[in-house]
Nanobody
Framework: QVQLVETGGGLVQAGGSLRLSCAAS????????MGWYRQAPGKERELVATITRSGTINYADSVKDRFTISGDNAKKTVFLQMDSLKPEDTAVYYC?????????WGQGTQVTVSS
């Protein structure tokens, strides 16, 4: 069973930065892709950024040029560096890992951006 644990959320002022971490219970090279998603109150969960095993990266338009996804297999961790945060980035952020045939989610970490 794969476990994903997100950390790094918190309260930050608009324009500030946060770095989220997603620690996996096994090598991240074992996943076909990993990603970050978020869900704001009253809204559907949406994709923020993904990274595949081969290194292909994809960002939502709303976070391009502000957020950076990266992975460190030695630490079995995927990161999301979030800069120039806006109040509309407020949400619970979830880590997801895909294998061929399965997907796994973390428990989420709250990010709150004050204006």
């Amino acid at each position: 069973q794969v476990q994903l644990v997100e950390t790094g959320g918190g309260l930050v002022q608009a324009g500030g930065s946060l770095r989220l971490s997603c620690a996996a219970s096994r090598s991240i090279f074992g996943f076909s892709a990993m990603g970050w998603y978020r869900q704001a109150p009253g809204k559907e969960r949406e994709l923020v950024a993904t990274i595949t095993r081969s290194g292909t990266i994809n960002y939502a338009d709303s976070v391009k040029d502000r957020f950076t996804i990266s992975g460190d297999n030695a630490k079995k961790t995927v990161f999301l560096q979030m800069d120039s945060l806006k109040p509309e980035d407020t949400a619970v952020y979830y880590c997801k890992a895909n294998t061929f045939g399965n997907q796994y989610w973390g428990q989420g970490t709250q990010v709150t951006v004050s204006s």
